[in-house]
């Protein structure tokens, strides 16, 4: 169960933002646009809003009315990873701005209210992604097993900057500002992609030589989906909106790398999905219980819809198109399921306590 109170707004919750709102954004993205889901997006991304809204503001209340809880979750080797998801839920809400907010609230205020998003999504996503690192190697205690998918949450938001940077792209001043910008979200995509290569290394390691992990812990196994899925998002993206910041040479050598790349991510990506979803299943039968980390089945999902549609847009080819429109309907299948039960656990049981994320 995961019920939220007062006393347990952590870091971890604003998974439920970055869910809801790849779903607005994935929807976007689609190769194949149909009646009425522009409009579906925009209601949700209405919805990943108010949740900012909501638990951004609920977060200003547990930092006053329960400091001392709030200043230890940097001190636990769980809670401590999750500090990456709420600067992605500020990027993702503002991309959201961008690709179907504009519907409502115009262009204009769309590319502000996404600049300003970003921009604070970016420093925060800065910030964990060398303070929560830091906390790991000097203050956490950890042995082999201790790895676990959550472990690339603070790393990933950068990423998450490269990919949603492109988009402002063509809304920024051109010449120094564009191109420090453009050029900026590719150090991003750097400094994210390795060092998610490095902790997804240790986390094969841990499946292939110890354990699965508890099984509360198994749905974060679906968070390798998500720099794997956003790298071939930002790659692509930036290629698409490098016109008119660099020479057409280079532009062009752009677009090869994104297109080369994006096959080669895509291609381990659905290896990873094929485990990770035998990994549930097993887990499934023998029991699944329910927690926060359920997120998990959704912003990575979302990613891998998000790169594949960027792709089959540069590559012309029907088959990643289907495999977009594909993984979509398993988001919002995963989606509709976790924010369901997230819900009832929240409505229909106010006396139990919330077993927000259990240890690994």
Avoid at 13 to 20: E, I, K, N
Avoid at 29 to 35: C, D, G, H, R, Y
Avoid at 295 to 323: E, K
Wanted: charged residues 5%; contains cysteine.
């Amino acid at each position: 169960m995961a019920r939220l109170t007062l006393s347990t707004v952590t870091p971890n919750w604003f998974a439920s933002v970055m869910g809801t709102g790849i779903v607005a954004t994935a929807a976007a993205s689609l190769p194949v646009q149909l009646p009425g889901l522009r409009l579906g997006a925009l209601v949700v991304w209405l919805l990943a809003a108010a949740l900012l809204v909501f638990l951004s503001s609920a977060s200003v209340l547990h930092w006053v009315r329960h400091g001392g809880i709030a200043r230890r979750h940097h001190l636990d080797p769980v809670m401590a990873h999750f500090y990456g998801a709420p600067p992605m839920a500020f990027l993702t809400v503002g991309a959201g701005a961008l690709l179907v907010g504009r519907d409502l609230i115009g262009l204009p205020a769309a590319v502000a209210l996404d600049a300003v998003l970003w921009a604070v999504g970016t420093l925060g996503g800065l910030f964990s992604a060398v303070v929560v690192p830091y906390l790991a190697v000097t203050r956490h205690r950890n042995t082999a097993e201790s790895v676990f998918g959550g472990w690339l949450m603070p790393v990933v938001p950068p990423m998450v900057s490269a990919a949603t940077g492109a988009l402002l792209l063509p809304y920024t001043p051109g010449g120094q500002a564009r191109e420090t910008l453009l050029f900026g979200c590719y150090a991003m995509f750097g400094l994210s992609l390795i060092a998610s290569l490095v902790i997804i290394v240790q986390l094969w390691q841990r499946l292939a030589v110890h354990t699965v992990g508890s099984q509360a812990m198994v749905p974060t196994l679906w968070i390798v989906l998500g720099p794997l899925g956003q790298s071939i998002t930002a790659v692509n993206l930036l290629a698409a909106n490098a016109t008119g910041t660099v020479g057409q040479g280079p532009a062009r050598s752009l677009l090869g790398f994104a297109v080369v790349y994006g096959a080669a991510a895509l291609g381990f990506a659905l290896l990873w999905l094929a485990i990770a979803t035998a990994i549930t299943v097993r887990t499934a039968r023998e029991g699944l219980p329910f927690s926060l980390t359920w997120w998990s089945f959704t912003f990575p999902v979302g990613t891998c819809v998000t790169g594949t549609a960027a792709l089959a847009a540069h590559t012309g080819l029907v088959a990643l198109a289907g495999l977009s429109v594909a993984l979509f309907v398993v988001l919002v299948v995963a989606w509709v399921a976790v924010g369901s039960r997230t819900l009832r656990d929240n409505l229909r049981r106010p006396g139990r306590r919330a077993a927000l994320l259990p240890s690994a």
